[in-house]
C-alpha cells in the first residue's frame, strides 16, 4: 500500500522561532497534499490543500503567513510553521493524495507532534 | 456546508460484543464519500471502510461494517466481536465530489472506544 512519511515525529521549539515539517510520499507521486492540525482530543482540522507547482490553498481562518506550504516536488511537502508560538503547539498531519482515483483516496503520514515552549 | 456529527464522545463495549458508532452527515451533493478511521494514541489515521454515495450494498471489511442508511444521512460504523485492540478514537470522514479535483475530508469530532475484557 502507498506509504507518506512525516519527519520529525516530534519537536520542541522556542517561542518565536520557526520550524519545518516534512511529508513524503515514499512509493507514489502525489500531486495533492492535505495538511491537518488536530488539538488535544479533538477532530482533524484542514488547514490547507498543497499542489505540486502552485501555491497551496488555505482553510478559512488559517493565516498562510504564518502556516507556509511549499509543495516542491511531487513526492515532497512541507509546512513551516514561522514564528511559533505555545498556542501553535498541536498535532500536525498530513495526507497524500495519488493521482488516480479510488477510495482510499487520501494516504495519512504518522504526525508531528509540535510543542512550542 | 457540509457538516458531519458524531454524537457519542465515548463508547464501552465488553470485549468480543459488537459496537454501534454512530455518524450522521449533512451535504448538498448527490456525490460524496464517507469514510472511517481509527486513531490509536500513537496517532496515526488508520484507515477502516468506505462507502460511496451511489453504492447500492453497505460497504464490510472483515469485522468493520457501514450501516449506510442514505435518506436518515447516516453512516454508522458496526464493529463485531470487538477485541482489546479496537480501544481507540474513531472519526467519520465525508469527502464531497472533488471541487477542482481536491479530494478535501471533513472529520466528525470522533468517538474514543473503550473495550473492557
Known amino acids: 500500500g502507498a506509504v507518506v512519511s512525516q519527519h520529525p515525529s516530534w519537536v520542541i521549539c522556542k517561542s518565536g522561532t520557526s520550524v519545518k515539517i516534512e511529508c513524503r510520499s515514499l512509493?507514489?507521486?502525489?500531486?495533492?497534499m492535505f495538511w491537518y492540525r488536530q488539538f488535544p482530543k479533538q477532530s482533524l482540522m484542514l488547514m490547507a490543500t498543497s499542489n505540486e507547482g502552485s501555491k497551496a490553498t488555505y482553510e478559512q481562518g488559517v493565516e498562510k503567513d504564518k502556516f507556509l506550504i511549499n509543495h516542491a516536488s511531487l513526492t515532497l511537502s512541507t509546512l513551516t510553521v514561522t514564528s511559533a508560538h505555545p498556542e501553535d503547539s498541536s498535532f500536525y498531519i498530513c495526507?497524500?493524495?495519488?493521482?488516480?482515483?479510488?477510495?482510499?483516496?487520501?494516504?495519512f503520514g504518522p504526525g508531528t507532534r509540535l510543542t512550542v515552549t | 456546508a457540509q457538516k458531519i456529527t458524531q454524537t457519542q464522545p465515548g463508547m464501552f463495549v465488553q470485549e468480543k460484543e459488537a459496537v454501534t458508532l454512530d455518524c450522521t452527515y449533512d451535504t448538498s451533493d448527490p456525490s460524496y464519500g464517507l469514510f472511517w478511521y481509527k486513531q490509536p494514541s500513537s496517532g496515526e489515521m488508520i484507515f477502516l471502510i468506505y462507502q460511496g454515495s451511489y453504492d447500492q450494498q453497505n460497504a464490510t471489511e472483515g469485522r468493520y461494517s457501514l450501516n449506510f442508511q442514505k435518506a436518515r444521512k447516516s453512516a454508522n460504523l458496526v464493529i463485531s466481536a470487538s477485541q482489546l485492540g479496537d480501544s481507540a478514537m474513531y472519526f467519520c470522514?465525508?469527502?464531497?465530489?472533488?471541487?477542482?479535483?481536491?479530494?478535501?475530508?471533513?472529520f466528525g469530532a470522533g468517538t474514543r472506544l473503550a473495550v473492557h475484557p
Open positions: 512509493d507514489f507521486q502525489a500531486t495533492t
Open positions: 495526507s497524500a493524495s495519488p493521482p488516480t482515483s479510488g477510495p482510499y483516496e487520501q494516504y
Open positions: 470522514a465525508m469527502r464531497e465530489a472533488p471541487i477542482g479535483g481536491y479530494n478535501k475530508l471533513i
